[in-house]
C-alpha cells in the first residue's frame, strides 16, 4: 500500500500563489504516475494536472496551463503543485493521486492511490 499526505493548502486572494505538497509514504517503490485532482463544491472531481515518473512531458487541463506547475522528487517521495495567478474558480479541494502505470494521463481510474485532500480557497 501507499499512503498519500497533501499541505500547503489555505486561504488567499486572487492573483496570488500557493504550493501543494504531497508526501508517499509505504510501498512507494511501486508507484510511478502522479496527478493533482481537484473537486470543487457541488462539482465532480476534476483533472489538474500529472506528471510521469521522469518527469517528462507532464499534461495539464486547459485552464491552468501557464499558471501551475507540477514537479516531483522521487528521491523524496513528494509531488508538488505550485500554482500561480490564483482565481476564484480554482477553489476546491485538491487531491494527490498515485498509479503503478508510468504514464501521466487524465484519467483518474489510473490511479489507485488518492490522499484526503487539501483545501484552497481563492476570494476574490
Known amino acids: 500500500q501507499v499512503q498519500l499526505v497533501e499541505s500547503g493548502g489555505g486561504l488567499v486572494q486572487a492573483g496570488d500563489s500557493l504550493r501543494l505538497f504531497c508526501a508517499a509514504s509505504?510501498?512507494?517503490?511501486?508507484?510511478?504516475?502522479m496527478a493533482w485532482f481537484r473537486q470543487a463544491p457541488g462539482k465532480e472531481r476534476e483533472f489538474v494536472a500529472a506528471i510521469s515518473w521522469s518527469g517528462t512531458i507532464p499534461l495539464y487541463k486547459d485552464s491552468v496551463k501557464g499558471r501551475f506547475t507540477i514537479a516531483r522528487d522521487n528521491a523524496k517521495n513528494s509531488l508538488y503543485l505550485q500554482m500561480n495567478s490564483l482565481k476564484s474558480e480554482d477553489t476546491a479541494v485538491y487531491y494527490c493521486a498515485a498509479g503503478t502505470s508510468n504514464v501521466a494521463t487524465t484519467r483518474a481510474s489510473a490511479y489507485e492511490y488518492w490522499g484526503q485532500g487539501t483545501q484552497v480557497t481563492v476570494s476574490s
Open positions: 509505504g510501498r512507494t517503490s511501486t508507484v510511478y504516475g
